[in-house]
C-alpha cells in the first residue's frame, strides 16, 4: 500500500506542477482535466501525508523506550499506543479512500419515476417519490428542472422525467434505480384496507458529449411527430428523436422534451449507456456470475425498498436495512439510506480487493 501511495503522490506533484505550466493554462480543457484529476487525488495524498508525519512520531517515541530514565520510557510507551491506534484508523480510512471510484460518479443525472402496478394510487405514490426526491435534491443543494411530465387521473404522476445538477449527483443516486413498493391504505379506499402499489425509478449519468465514444457517423438520426400524452406542442413538430448506432444495430427514441436538441440529447444519453452495457456484458461476462450487483438490473419488476405507512417503516431490501422513520425519508431524509448502500458497496469492493 505504501508503494502505491507514494506512486499517486509523485503523480500528484507533476500535476501540480503541470496546472502552472502556460501551456496548460492556454487549453481550458486539458487544465480543467488535469485539476480534477489532481483534486480527485487531494483526499488521498492528505491522508498519506498524515500517515508519515504520524509515523515519524511512532518512531521518535519507539527510539526512547530504551532510554534508562523510568518516567521518559513510560511517556514513551504510552504515546507509542497512541500513536498506533491513529495510525490504525487512518490506514482503514486510507484503504477506502483507495477504493476504485465509478468515474461516472461526478457526472449530473437524468431521473425518471414512472407509476407502476396499483392504478391511481401508484400515481399517487410516483408524486409522493418526487416530492421525496426533489426535498433531497434541494438539501443538498441541487438544481433541477423537469424535462418531461404525464399527470395522473387524481393526482401525482404517470411519468416524470428531471435533469438533476450539482456536485457527485449520479454518484448519489445511483442506486436509487428499481423497483419501489407502498403498502397504505390508499386515498381512494372506502374499507381503509391496505394496498401494495409500486413505482419504478431510472437513474441516467448525464455524461458530456465529449466523453462519449460514439462518432457521427455511426449515428443514423430520424426525427419524428410525437404521439400520445406529450401536448400540443409536441404533436404539432417533429422534436421525436430516434438514434440507431450503425455498429451494433441499437435504437433508441426520446420524446420527452419539448425540443429536438433536447430530447436529442438524451436520446444519446440513453444509447451511450446501452453501448456502454452492450461492451461490458460481452467484456466481463464471464464475471456476471462471481459478482452480485448491489443495484441489480433495473429491470422494473424487481423490488429494491418497501415503503410501509401503517407501521411507519422503510425497508431497503438489497441491505437488509430496515428504519422506522418514514415520515421523515417521505419528506426527503433520505441520506442515512444513501449512506448505508456506499458503505456496502465499499466493503464489497475492498472484500474484492482482497481476493
Not at 152 to 176: A, H, N, P, Q, W
Not at 193 to 202: D, E, K, L, N
Not at 220 to 245: I, M, P, W, Y
Amino acid at each position: 500500500m505504501i508503494d502505491k501511495l507514494r506512486s499517486i503522490k509523485d503523480r500528484y506533484m507533476v500535476l501540480q506542477e503541470r496546472m502552472s505550466d502556460p501551456e496548460v493554462i492556454s487549453d481550458q480543457k486539458l487544465f480543467s482535466r488535469i485539476h480534477k484529476e489532481y483534486k480527485d487525488m487531494e483526499a488521498v495524498v492528505k491522508a498519506f501525508e498524515k500517515y508519515q508525519t504520524l509515523d515519524d512520531q511512532l518512531q521518535q517515541a519507539q527510539s526512547l523506550l530504551n532510554e534508562k530514565d523510568a518516567d521518559i520510557k513510560e511517556m514513551a510507551r504510552m504515546e507509542a499506543e497512541e500513536l498506533k491506534e491513529e495510525i490504525e484508523e487512518l490506514t482503514e480510512h486510507i484503504k477506502k479512500l483507495l477504493i476504485p471510484k465509478d468515474p461516472e460518479d461526478t457526472s449530473d443525472a437524468i431521473f425518471e419515476i414512472r407509476a407502476g402496478t396499483g392504478g391511481d394510487e401508484a400515481s399517487i405514490f410516483a408524486g409522493d417519490l418526487f416530492r421525496m426526491y426533489t426535498a433531497f435534491f434541494d438539501e443538498m443543494g441541487w438544481k433541477y428542472d423537469i424535462l418531461s411530465v404525464n399527470e395522473g387521473t387524481v393526482g401525482g404522476y404517470s411519468k416524470i422525467v428531471v435533469e438533476v445538477r450539482g456536485e457527485e449527483v449520479f454518484g448519489k443516486l445511483k442506486f436509487e434505480s428499481g423497483g419501489h413498493r407502498v403498502q397504505r391504505v390508499p386515498k381512494t379506499e372506502t374499507q381503509g384496507r391496505v394496498h401494495t402499489s409500486a413505482a419504478t425509478v431510472a437513474v441516467l449519468p448525464q455524461l458530456e458529449e465529449d466523453e462519449i465514444d460514439i462518432r457521427k457517423e455511426d449515428l443514423k438520426v430520424d426525427t419524428f411527430r410525437s404521439s400520445g400524452a406529450g401536448g400540443q406542442h409536441v404533436n404539432k413538430t417533429e422534436s421525436g428523436v430516434r438514434l440507431t448506432h450503425l455498429p451494433t444495430g441499437l435504437v433508441v427514441e426520446c420524446t420527452d422534451g419539448r425540443s429536438q436538441i433536447k430530447n436529442r440529447e438524451i436520446a444519446l444519453q440513453r444509447l451511450y449507456q446501452k453501448v456502454k452495457n452492450a461492451k461490458r456484458n460481452e467484456e466481463q461476462s464471464q464475471l456476471a456470475a462471481q459478482r452480485k450487483s448491489l443495484v441489480g438490473s433495473g429491470d422494473r419488476s424487481s423490488k429494491i425498498r418497501t415503503y410501509n405507512f401503517p407501521q411507519n417503516r422503510v425497508t431497503d431490501h438489497r441491505i437488509n436495512l430496515t428504519l422506522y422513520n418514514l415520515d421523515q425519508v417521505i419528506n426527503g431524509k433520505i441520506g442515512e439510506i444513501i449512506e448505508a448502500l456506499h458503505v456496502a458497496e465499499n466493503a464489497e469492493k475492498m472484500q474484492e480487493g482482497s481476493t
